[in-house]
């Protein structure tokens, strides 16, 4: 199913996303269709995106939506479950991860300010599926002083992932941690970041063909 196509097809409840950001749901969430997959999406909206995902992923997926706003709870449906509380609290999260289990793939598309983009992030991100996607989308928000952002303003959500840049490379910088040890990739788009998680090989680089004994 095209995802595009689909969004701009849709009749159902209402959908607000920026035309820019389906190549990149393709390029990164394309690998759980038809899986068993489970999507949480911070910020319900209106509830057309939760029908948009749970069209996407088929038959086996079951879509979280998390949103501050009780009126939200009326978006669930079949595979659709709606949790309410904020996004910054610990305890919150805690209880949805209990519910549902480790996420596969999570998109934040929530309040967007700095602070709860980087305590939603801090904490989900260890609990996240070990080949499990974090997606985090609207960060023109981060150049936004309304969001708390700014450019190359300290504590924003950019300024944060320039940091973890560096750790995505900590081996080689000799400061490997958790995240380094747990993170495949990270990606950038205007306004959206996402990491993929995975497991690590040993390190090594190789010259092949292997140079001959000599005689
Ligand atoms: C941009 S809208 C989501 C749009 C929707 N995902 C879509 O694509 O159509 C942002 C949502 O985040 C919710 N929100 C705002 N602050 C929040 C918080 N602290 N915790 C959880 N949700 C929050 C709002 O109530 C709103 O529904």
């Known amino acids: 199913m095209n995802l595009w196509a689909d969004f701009l097809t849709n009749d159902q409840r209402t959908i607000h996303k920026w035309k820019h950001y389906f190549p990149a749901y393709e390029q990164h969430f394309g690998r759980f269709v038809y899986r068993p ?27 979280v939506g998390l949103d501050i706003r009780p009126q939200c709870s009326e978006f669930q449906e ?81 300024e944060l992932c320039k940091h973890l840049i560096d750790e995505l490379n900590g081996v080689h910088a000799r400061i490997a941690t958790e995240f380094t040890n747990s993170t495949l ?17 040993i390190r090594k680089a190789l010259k092949v063909p292997r140079p001959r004994n000599r005689e």
């Open 37 to 63: 997959v489970v999507f949480w999406e911070i910020g319900c909206g209106e509830g057309g995106s939760l029908q948009m995902w749970k069209r996407y992923f088929g038959p086996h997926a079951q879509i």
């Open 78 to 158: 079949d595979q659709i479950a709606v949790r309410i509380g904020n996004q910054a609290q610990k305890g919150f999260l805690d209880s949805v991860l209990d519910e549902f289990g480790p996420p596969d793939a999570i998109l934040d598309d929530g309040s967007h300010r700095m602070d709860h983009v980087i305590a939603t992030f801090h904490h989900l991100y260890p609990r996240l599926d070990r080949n499990g996607v974090y997606m985090v989308e609207d960060m023109h928000t981060a150049y936004w002083e309304k969001f708390g952002g700014g450019l190359c303003r300290e504590g924003t959500f950019i």
């Open 185 to 201: 990739s990270m990606h950038f788009y205007d306004s959206i970041v996402v990491f993929e998680r995975g497991r690590h090989g």
